[in-house]
């Protein structure tokens, strides 16, 4: 059995529950790099919920021209307008060239779901001013600090039952 790719490595850093909530708050736009066309998938169904819940997504995929009703770019130098979080569904070896784009696009914010883990990659986009977060999903994050998932008691961090912003 092989290790988790993120096992062993200090991700505290990248993980701080505030940052998540700030990012989550303060975000309205996403572009889901690698986001699929297949409903089976992840990327798809994470894409799918962030709509869902009010935020724009931008698809950003080479080999696709739409996805959940949107047009789907080829990368994110591409993309039309503000990006406010750059959602990632690659491989950890893509981070480095989609933190490059990611800082020259302006996104505020960098989000690698799970498995997603290239240190050096998320130090580059920290040290450019943009707030990354490491091996979180974000739909799992936004149900617990923004959905209901709260009220089933997960730890949450917070002890309220308040839902208006960052606790």
């Avoid at 995929?61 to 591409?78: F, H, K, V, W």
């Avoid at 020259?104 to 998320?122: R, Y």
């Amino acid at each position: 059995m092989t290790a988790a790719p993120s096992a062993g490595l200090d991700l505290a850093p990248y993980q701080d529950p505030t940052e998540i909530q700030r990012v989550l708050h303060r975000s309205r736009t996403i572009a889901v790099v690698g986001l699929s066309k297949n409903e089976l998938r992840a990327s798809h169904f994470v894409g799918y919920y962030l709509l869902r819940h009010g935020y724009r997504v931008i698809p950003v995929n080479p080999r696709e021209s739409e996805i959940l009703g949107e047009t789907c770019y080829p990368s994110l130098t591409d993309v039309p307008g503000p990006v406010d979080v750059v959602n990632v569904f690659r491989a950890p070896e893509a981070l480095p060239a989609i933190v490059d784009e990611t800082i020259a696009i302006g996104a505020s914010a960098l989000w690698c779901q799970f498995g997603v883990v290239n240190l050096d990659a998320a130090r580059t986009a920290t040290d450019a001013g943009i707030s990354a977060i490491v091996d979180r999903c974000i739909k799992i994050e936004h149900a617990r600090y923004i959905g209901r998932m709260h009220w089933l008691g997960f730890n949450t961090s917070r002890i309220t039952s308040v839902r208006g912003g960052i606790q």
